[in-house]
């Protein structure tokens, strides 16, 4: 089976605008997480969907969205960037919920933002 | 709500020798313990995962980790550590529940000394 892909893997933006990421899962998981991960606060879990539907949420600002598709691949946006948004964006997928199954970790996305 | 420590934030063994990785966790029920692996640019992957029975559980590339629910810990050793084993390792507690999420310790750093 094909891993956990993320596209693109790295991003230069700039304070202000926004910015879309994407993570397809591996073929037939249904959950997929994202998490940020900076050297400051370390690994932070930002939100899970399952079936479409967002079933925890981590405490980020309403800048960080997300929304998953009818074939469990996810996208995650963040608009109005700032400095401090500059990050590895992981996603993970699992075939149940995050909290009791195993999870496969994509490359990652480093977002710059300038 | 569940919460995971993991004390030492950088470790260093020479190669040969043995390591453990402490991790305490905070958690009501019985957790669903993990640990994961990052090495430099990469993703997570998982070593192990505890959800219940045998409370020695033995993982990938060698390692093994074990539940003391009185202690509430679950720590990774590795009887000999090879140079290939320097990277980031992460504890993790999950929990059962439509509402449950999984939480990530800082993570501890791990050199080898040759």
């Known amino acids: 089976k094909a891993g956990v892909t993320q596209t693109p893997r790295y991003l230069i933006k700039t304070r202000g605008q926004q910015v879309t990421l994407s993570c397809s899962p591996i073929?037939?998981?249904?959950?997929v997480s994202w998490y940020q991960q900076t050297p400051g606060q370390g690994l932070q879990f930002l939100f899970e969907?399952?079936?479409?539907?967002?079933?925890n949420k981590g405490n980020f600002p309403g800048r960080f969205s997300g929304r998953q598709f009818s074939n469990s691949r996810s996208e995650m946006n963040v608009s109005t960037l700032e400095l401090g948004d500059s990050a590895l964006y992981l996603c993970?997928?699992?075939?149940?919920?995050?909290?009791?199954?195993?999870?496969?970790f994509g490359p990652g996305t480093r977002l710059t933002v300038t | 709500a569940q919460s995971v420590t993991q004390p030492d934030i950088h470790i260093t063994v020479s190669e040969g020798a043995s390591l453990e990785l402490r991790c305490n966790y905070s958690?009501?029920?019985?957790?669903?313990l993990f640990w994961y692996v990052q090495s430099p640019g990469q993703g997570l992957q998982l070593l192990l995962k505890?959800?219940?029975?045998?409370?020695l559980v033995q993982g990938i590339k060698g390692f093994e980790a074990e539940f003391k629910r009185s202690q509430s810990s679950f720590n990774l050793r590795k009887p000999s550590v090879h140079w290939s084993d320097a990277a980031e390792y992460f504890c993790?507690?999950?929990?059962?529940?439509?509402?449950?999420?999984?939480?990530f310790g800082s993570g501890t750093r791990l050199s080898i000394r040759p």
């Open positions: 993790a507690v999950g929990a059962m529940g439509v509402a449950s999420k999984i939480i």
């Open positions: 505890y959800f219940s029975g045998d409370t």
């Open positions: 958690y009501g029920a019985t957790p669903y």
């Open positions: 969907y399952f079936s479409e539907t967002q079933r």
């Open positions: 993970a997928s699992s075939s149940g919920l995050a909290g009791t199954y195993e999870q496969y």
């Open positions: 073929s037939g998981h249904r959950s």
